[in-house]
């Protein structure tokens, strides 16, 4: 039913939100850590391998969103 569909969206959007709070919350806090630090270089070395990983995480659940979103049109085709 619809409402079944509109919920099963609003859980996927729920978790998917959840997901990327992480990975840009992790972006933040490092991109923060290099601005204020003493010995930016350091900072940056550190943290750029972390900070990619963080948006390799995010691109995922983002490819992922799409690929459910593909399955879905395929599976429930919009009628026009």
Do not use: F
């Not at 919920?7 to 729920?14: A, I, N, P, S, T």
């Not at 003493?38 to 990619?52: F, G, H, M, R, S």
Request: aromatic fraction near 4%.
């Amino acid at each position: 039913t619809l409402k079944n569909t509109i919920k099963q969206k609003d859980d996927v959007l729920e978790i998917v939100v959840h997901d990327l709070r992480g990975p840009i919350a992790n972006i933040k806090e490092m991109t923060w850590q290099i601005e204020n630090s003493a010995d930016k270089e350091v900072e940056y070395n550190t943290y750029l391998p972390l900070i990619q990983e963080s948006c390799a995480n995010a691109e995922m659940v983002i490819n992922d969103l799409i690929a459910i979103a593909k399955i879905k049109n395929i599976e429930e085709p919009i009628n026009t």
